[in-house]
């Protein structure tokens, strides 16, 4: 075959040529607050994989002199200067290693959902109707069923592991992925670049997954980082209820409820790994609120733009 | 003082904005006299709906900000009045009716209760306003006034909505009316009656009627003046057959130019060459309704054939029908000897390569999160046969280029562009599968007159160039005459006529099809006169 595409016109370069990370690390630098988020939940993050490994000795140590030391007593070691637990062990400490089975458990449980119940919504929103029935009367009857009771009867009947602990978490929460994604999909679904896509002829996988995937993504993502604080007080309450995560082990809201008997007398005890976990959320919510614009092409000049009006 | 009912004075409109500041309108100046029609006339952002705002204290302030001028209703400047002052002026002495009277109205609410509602914000009819409500919407020519009063607004039709919005301006009798595209979203014959009787209601009254429009025709049938406005300047004021057939400023010279339904017919291609669409008795039924009835026509290569018809005719059904959007209840669609209605799904996939869709609205048929590049190379990769991967960008470029943009214009996003230009994409994006037959589903109708030539003038020369063939779906009769070769028109599903675009119109052998081509405006005031007073005539025989 002859080469017909020699008189080709001259590709030009586009903003790809330029460095893709760089840029993405310059739109976070240009939301403070995002960027403040993202660093304090790599914080996190590190305690949580490193954490157990370094400091396990140290947080379980008992030390009875320091029975519910109070915080910022600088003379003591610097793990005792956020206080100490009522077996006086450092709390600083321990809400480091604490963070690894709270993020897993939390990050577990939302990811399960969320990749489970947006993929039945999509289906339910997108394929035939029987199908969206099956799943929208599934999505019900968890919905119906007191989702603290379902923990409580699948956790007596199984090990009250960490995994199983994720499983029943995810499982409640699947019903509120499900049906935003289905809601969303049937809006979405009906707009002219579907319809467009479809006088093209692409398949059913595509049209989901290019064309409406990326527009419902946003919402999912936004109550994916709320449900995240949600998960980590429901594993608390599980905790609590002696079917959770169970000592030695330790979670965050294992640590808030530990310390609810000594509210009135050692109020640290529940306030450092309860600001552990506003602080996760809260960053987690600043940073999906900063995803949703620079995910948007239409919004994304508000972070690219920041700094350059004197210019 | 001087005596104008409404002047605006110099006025100038900023808007705020990240991108820094627009000038919406700079140093407008206009006025309106009791018992006149003034029409604002200009395109899409031009800023003509700008000053009307301004008047009925409907601008955000911020983002917006008034920088300088004066608005005198009866001499006192309503920017210094209060408030309180300036919400006793709307509604009351300066009425609004607006382009689409679905979203103006509240769904919730009977009509009844929305008319009585503004006659009870200002405290008037205290005890009969369902009587006068009533009256009213018999003045407007509602029919069964009396039962209708109690409805609901999504059981009334598009035109008898634009009457009951009429009926709520008018509720307290104001002395302006300000219509803001009030005949845009209706069709052609509905259209003439709704100018008709804001025209008699404004003899009736006596009040002032600003009338801001992007339409030609409209202006012809009822303004006594006329403001052009273009990017938030007046370039000229005049009488409207002054402005028609003596424009001074390039920018109205050019819109008249641009002005469809006045240039050469399409000659009918010879009747010899083998059609490359045949729909034979195609019908579609929505349970009971019949949406296409026993529909039977041929589109021939490289043709042009216009569907039209008015809004609820059928004529997307039948596009979204030839193209499989939607199931066809019977009857068949032969393209290329196979039945696009009864094909399965792989030959239906090869077949999708031939026929392709423009819509309407290009902000919506373009995906707000794929680049331009991503938007067309889209169908290189659901048909992988056309082109390697290696010729996509070269490819691409190409394309945008036969579609008069430019080739870096592939890495931005649809938000980055005009309506014409989306437009343009969206047609590029078509091309990509190098189609036979493009259907264009109302596909200039959201644009601006002047685009809406370029587009068309688009569309003919890729029709030279590369022997395309158009189903074309329109509801303004004029952009047809210039465009097609051959014409169907359609009512409630059916096919009421059909034939080349010269008898069409020159000799339309249908009742229908005289009505419709009588009730588009002609863009000459002198023309649309004589045309008037012959109607009128005509009426008085009939009477």
């Known amino acids: ?311 | 003082m001087d005596n104008h009912l409404l002047e605006v004075k110099n006025l100038s409109v900023d808007f705020h904005t990240s991108f820094g500041t627009v000038h919406a309108v700079r140093d407008v100046s206009w006025h309106l006299e009791r018992g006149e029609t003034l029409a604002i006339l200009g395109e899409s952002g031009s800023g003509k709906s700008v000053s009307a705002s301004a008047i009925l204290n409907l601008i955000d302030m911020p983002p917006g900000e008034i920088t300088s001028g004066e608005i005198l209703f009866e001499g006192r400047d309503v920017l210094k009045m209060s408030p309180e002052e300036r919400r006793q002026l709307n509604g009351c002495r300066i009425g609004m009716i607006f382009q689409d009277p679905l979203s103006h109205l509240n769904p919730v609410y009977s009509i009844g209760f929305q008319i009585a509602e503004t006659m009870k914000a200002h405290g008037r009819y205290k005890g009969e306003t369902r009587a006068k409500t009533i009256e009213l919407l018999k003045r407007v020519g509602l029919p069964d006034a009396e039962t209708k009063v109690d409805a609901y607004p999504h059981q009334f039709s598009g035109g008898q909505r634009q009457r009951i919005m009429i009926a709520m301006a008018l509720a307290l009798k104001p002395d302006i009316l300000i219509a803001d595209e009030p005949t845009t979203a209706l069709d052609v014959t509905v259209q003439a009656q709704i100018l008709a009787l804001l025209e008699e209601l404004q003899q009736e009254t006596g009040m002032g009627l600003l009338l801001i429009t992007h339409d030609l025709g409209v202006v012809a049938e009822v303004a006594d003046r006329v403001v052009v406005m273009n990017s938030g300047e007046i370039v000229e004021t005049g009488t409207a057959r002054e402005v028609y057939h003596n424009p001074h400023h390039p920018y109205t010279k050019k819109l008249i130019a641009a002005i469809p339904g006045e240039g050469e017919m399409a000659t009918q291609l010879g009747k010899t060459i083998k059609p490359i669409l045949e729909i034979s008795g195609l019908s579609k039924h929505y349970g009971r309704f019949v949406a296409l009835d026993d529909v039977s026509l041929n589109v021939l290569p490289g043709e042009s054939v216009a569907i039209v018809g008015e809004s609820g005719s059928g004529k997307s059904t039948l596009a979204k029908t030839v193209l499989r959007l939607e199931e066809a209840t019977s009857g068949k669609a032969i393209f290329n000897g196979q039945d696009l209605v009864s094909m399965d799904a792989k030959d239906l996939f090869k077949v999708r390569r031939d026929i392709q869709m423009v819509f309407q609205d290009p902000t919506q048929s373009l995906n707000p999160r794929m680049s331009i590049y991503d938007v067309i190379s889209e169908a290189f990769v659901i048909h992988r046969d056309i082109l390697e991967k290696r010729h996509w960008k070269a490819r691409v470029c190409e394309l945008l280029e036969q579609v008069g943009l430019q080739a870096d214009h592939m890495y931005r996003h649809p938000h980055q562009f005009s309506g014409g230009q989306r437009q343009r994409i969206a047609i590029a994006r078509a091309l990509a599968l190098e189609p036979k037959l493009i259907v264009c589903d109302e596909a200039v109708s959201a644009l601006d007159v002047s685009i809406q030539a370029q587009v068309l003038a688009l569309l003919k020369k890729l029709q030279d160039e590369l022997g395309l063939s158009y189903l074309f779906i329109a509801h303004d009769l004029p952009l047809v005459r210039d465009f097609a070769h051959r014409v169907v028109v359609m009512q409630s599903g059916k096919i009421v006529e059909q034939g080349p675009v010269e008898q069409i119109f020159d000799a339309p052998r249908e009742e229908y099809t005289r009505n419709l081509i009588a009730a588009s405006l002609s863009p000459d005031p002198v023309i649309q006169a004589e045309r008037r007073a012959a109607s009128k005539i005509q009426q008085g025989v009939t009477a």
């Not at chain 1, 070691?77 to 321990?94: E, I, Q, Y």
């Not at chain 1, 290693?97 to 458990?105: L, P, R, S, Y």
């Not at chain 1, 090990?159 to 049937?186: C, G, K, Q």
């Open chain 1, 1 to 311: 075959m002859a080469n017909t595409h020699n008189n080709e016109p001259s590709v030009p370069a586009g903003p790809e040529a330029r460095n893709p990370y760089m840029q993405t690390l310059r739109m976070l630098w240009n939301d403070k607050l995002a960027f403040f988020a993202v660093v304090f939940l790599i914080i996190v993050l590190v305690c949580a994989l490193f954490g157990p490994y370094f400091l396990d000795d140290l947080a379980t140590k008992q030390n009875l002199r320091g029975r519910n030391a109070p915080p910022f007593d600088f003379s003591k070691d610097w793990p005792f200067w956020l206080g100490g637990d009522a077996l006086g062990r450092p709390l600083l400490t321990r809400i480091m290693v604490a963070a690894q089975n709270t993020i897993f458990v939390a990050a577990g449980a939302v990811f399960f959902s969320m990749i489970i119940g947006t993929s039945l919504g999509l289906i339910a929103g997108y394929t035939s109707k029987t199908l969206s029935q099956v799943i929208m009367r599934l999505a019900d009857v968890i919905m119906a069923f007191p989702s603290l009771l379902l923990a409580v009867i699948v956790l007596f009947m199984l090990d009250s592991s960490v995994f199983n602990l994720v499983i029943v978490l995810a499982i409640t929460r699947i019903p509120v992925y499900l049906r935003t994604a289905r809601a969303e999909t049937l809006e979405v679904r009906e707009r002219m670049f579907v319809q467009a896509a479809k006088v093209m002829g692409a398949s059913t996988p595509r049209i989901i997954f290019r064309h409406i995937l990326p527009v419902v993504f946003p919402t999912l993502i936004t109550i994916a980082t709320l449900d995240f604080a949600f998960v980590m007080l429901a594993e608390s309450a599980l905790s609590f209820l002696g079917i959770g995560i169970q000592p030695p082990e330790i979670t965050w809201g294992l640590m808030v409820s530990q310390g609810r008997p000594y509210l009135t007398t050692a109020w640290w005890l529940s306030f450092w790994p309860g600001l552990a976990i506003i602080l996760t959320t809260m960053s987690l919510n600043l940073v999906s609120n900063w995803m949703r614009s620079a995910l948007d092409p239409a919004q994304r000049w508000r972070l690219e733009n920041v700094g350059k009006k004197n210019g």
